[in-house]
């Protein structure tokens, strides 16, 4: 089992800037990937960003450039440094933890969710 405990967003304004943290707790040996995901109003869950142990990250387009995610060395910690925010930016941001056991299929956790607010 893997516990993810996000932290950050809140409100801010066009152009400004948000950092969000997640921390996995419990089984995180097994840690593929962290990823951050977001859903809009209205909107499905979308890919943001995703990163795994060794750094290598990948962006959706809509934030390559503003968004930059993160992890810590010893690989349960993400976090997702967000620039330049637009009001499309708004959403529900998870974080999800990609879980590759020695014995079975990998496995995915989410956070509970943080709300981001961009206004003009």
């Known amino acids: 089992q893997v516990q993810l405990l996000e932290s950050g967003g809140g409100l801010a304004q066009e152009g400004g800037s948000l950092e969000l943290s997640c921390v996995a707790s419990?089984?995180?040996?097994?840690?593929?990937?962290m990823s951050w995901y977001r859903q809009g109003p209205g909107q499905q869950r979308e890919l943001v960003a995703a990163?795994?142990?060794?750094?290598?990250?990948n962006y959706a387009n809509s934030v390559r450039g503003r968004f930059t995610i993160s992890i810590n060395n010893a690989g349960n910690t993400t976090y997702l440094q967000m620039r330049a925010l637009k009001t499309q930016d708004t959403a529900v941001y998870y974080c999800?933890?990609?879980?590759?056991?020695?014995?079975?299929?990998?496995?995915?956790?989410w956070g509970q969710g943080t709300q981001v607010t961009v206004s003009l």
């Open positions: 990163i795994n142990p060794n750094g290598r990250t």
């Open positions: 999800q933890a990609e879980i590759a056991p020695r014995i079975g299929p990998i496995l995915y956790y």
């Open positions: 419990g089984s995180v040996y097994a840690m593929n990937a």
